[in-house]
């Protein structure tokens, strides 16, 4: 139980950093910008297949 | 049974959020919005809206399905990260289509009708756009009826999007930018974005304001307005709120600079491009340039195309800017940072996406290296860049009857035209590609000049001789279906980030942050105006662009 209590305690710098996390879906930073960056990939990659490549 | 959602919202507004944008997809392909679409000049997106809204439906339809059939289960990784996630952003996209589609144009059109009793288009002076059109519902709907529970999760994915919008920022600008501008231009936009970054993190010292606020406010009034907060934000964790005041306070100051600009440039005397260089290093919003360059001087062209390459260019220190308020916010936050943790970890990954996208539009990708926003001018000799038949018999009467008030360049430029039919340079220079485009170059300034010229009731051209000339400059310049599209796709992304961005945003935070933020804004964009306007007094004489 004790060790419980223990766990439990948040430290303020902490919980600044949930409420920040907790306004994005993604698990971290990293993540969100990798994940960005690769939906901009695909994007880019079909704009240029059906408006350069394919016209 | 009280438990049996375990934590699922309500599957109805789903259903329903669904069925609208099947039925408004129906409704557009039968035709029977095309009247009103026409109306609002949105038609031309009529294969997007069609796209847009059985691919959204489609999918609200599937994810209602399957969160009906997976109620009273637990959550695994995929009811949160997409199930649970799509409803939201379904609502998002609903809400970007019709701010898309029907509330901009609508306030464009309101604001035509209002131009006999006002005297100017209200939108423009106030920048009614997506943009902040997108916030403005986010924040109504937060303030007034809160996020609907179902759409919490996916209003979360607004600042990953508005990263993507980022993103595909660079795809419009290029290496080619920076080579039109002389170097002396290059060292004043860069001491200026610099200098007032470093005086805005001064003032919030000074004001002693949270170093999010300060941050975000620096990029903002450093560098360029909307993009520069979205893309800088992250770095200094900054709060929607936070992003919303930068933002309010940019456009807010813009507007008074485009009054103020204009008369104070004409009392001083200042030239075109002495007025063009001011107004792009000392307003911050690229349409807001436009404006008081025009207000300015609606009959030089340089003036405009000074002031717009100036305010572009400055997006292309955005880079620099990050790297500095990582460093700044990783001291200031008490960490002792090495260069090297700077560079390599805390950079964003996101604006390395920008540097991606940006080099591989300078590599010529998406379009000639040298274009601009995509549009770029192509003089090379082929029917679709000529004039037709019936406008050059106009042209050579002209020519030969002689048009009165003619500026040398703006003669030989004319002539030239009736002579090759189109703008071009000189056939014996063909090969050599440079001289070629310069001459042609010069040939378009000619004829833009003789436009605006008769715009400004300088000159008298018949109407059909001016309807030639602007078709012949029409024709050479050309755009990129590719930058049009990823533009597309930007705004799009940026709509919705923004309309996410605008749900986050309560009174409460809005009255944490005071007014101090517009008070910095203030003092930060007069100090600009003010330094940048004694620096192009003494140094812009004329010559800025190459």
């Keep these: 139980m004790s060790e419980e209590t223990k766990n439990t305690e948040v430290k303020p710098q902490d919980q600044e950093a949930n409420e920040e996390r907790a306004l994005s879906v993604f698990a971290s930073e990293k993540n969100e910008d990798l994940t960005a960056l690769g939906m901009v990939m695909i994007v880019t990659f079909l704009v240029l297949l059906f408006t350069k490549w394919l016209a | ?546």
């Excluded at chain 2, 002389?182 to 003032?203: A, D, E, H, Q, R």
């Design chain 2, 1 to 546: 049974m009280a438990n049996s959602n375990v934590g699922r919202p309500d599957n109805t507004p789903v259903w329903i959020i669904s069925g609208i944008l099947l039925i408004y997809g129906a409704l557009v392909a039968s035709g029977a919005l095309t009247g009103l679409l026409t109306t609002f000049k949105v038609h031309k997106a009529i294969d997007l809206m069609q796209t847009m809204s059985f691919m959204g439906g489609g999918l609200g339809v599937v994810v209602a399905l399957l969160r009906q059939s997976r109620m009273g289960k637990p959550m695994t990784n995929f009811d949160t990260f997409f199930l649970e996630t799509v409803p939201g952003v379904l609502f998002i996209i609903a809400l970007a289509m019709g701010i898309r589609w029907f509330a901009e144009p609508l306030m464009k059109m309101m604001s035509a009708g209002l131009v006999p009793v006002l005297g100017f288009k209200i939108h423009k002076v106030l920048n009614l756009n997506y943009v902040v059109l997108g916030i403005l519902v986010g924040i109504i709907i937060t303030n007034s009826w809160g996020i609907p529970k179902f759409a919490a999760s996916g209003v979360k994915t607004a600042r990953f999007v508005l990263k993507m919008g980022v993103i595909l920022l660079g795809a419009r600008y290029s290496f080619a930018e920076l080579a039109k501008l002389g170097m002396v231009s290059v060292w004043m936009i860069g001491f200026f974005v610099l200098g007032t970054v470093f005086f805005t993190l001064f003032l919030g010292k000074i004001f002693k304001q949270p170093k999010s606020m300060t941050g975000v406010l620096s990029a903002g009034m450093g560098v360029c307005g909307v993009s520069a907060t979205v893309a800088c934000a992250p770095v200094v964790k900054a709060k929607s709120s936070e992003m919303a005041y930068t933002i309010g306070t940019i456009l807010g100051f813009g507007i008074l600079c485009m009054f103020a600009f204009p008369t104070i440039g004409k009392i001083a005397g200042m030239n075109a491009t002495q007025f063009g260089a001011w107004a792009g290093t000392g307003i911050l919003n690229s349409a807001q340039v436009a404006a008081a360059c025009l207000a300015f001087n609606a009959v030089d062209i340089k003036t405009l195309k000074v002031g717009e390459i100036f305010n572009i260019t400055r997006v292309l220190f955005l880079p620099v800017i990050v790297l500095v308020l990582a460093t700044w916010f990783g001291k200031a936050s008490g960490q002792k940072l090495t260069f090297k943790e700077v560079v390599v970890d805390k950079f964003p990954i996101f604006i390395i996406g920008f540097l991606i996208l940006f080099f591989m539009s300078s590599m010529g990708l998406f379009s000639p290296p040298d274009h601009y926003k995509g549009k770029y001018l192509d003089f090379s000799y082929n029917e679709r860049t000529e004039v037709t038949p019936e406008e050059l018999v106009t042209l050579e009467d002209a020519f030969k009857a002689g048009i009165p008030g003619l500026h040398a360049d703006e003669k030989s430029a004319f002539a030239d035209l009736v002579k090759q039919h189109q703008i071009a340079g000189n056939f014996e220079d063909r090969t050599n590609d440079a001289v070629f485009k310069e001459t042609a170059r010069e040939r378009m300034r000619g004829l833009e000049s003789m436009l605006a010229r008769q715009k400004g009731g300088e000159l008298t051209l018949s109407k059909d001789v001016k309807s030639a000339v602007k078709h012949a400059v029409k024709q050479v310049h050309k755009k990129s279906k590719t930058v049009v599209t990823l533009t597309d796709a930007m705004i799009w992304f940026f709509a919705y980030g923004l309309i996410g961005l605008g749900m986050q945003i309560t009174r409460k935070s809005l009255a944490q942050a005071g007014g101090w933020p517009l008070v910095m804004g203030g003092i930060a964009g007069v100090t600009k105006a003010t330094l940048s306007f004694i620096v192009v007094m003494y140094f812009v004489k004329d010559v800025v662009l190459h």
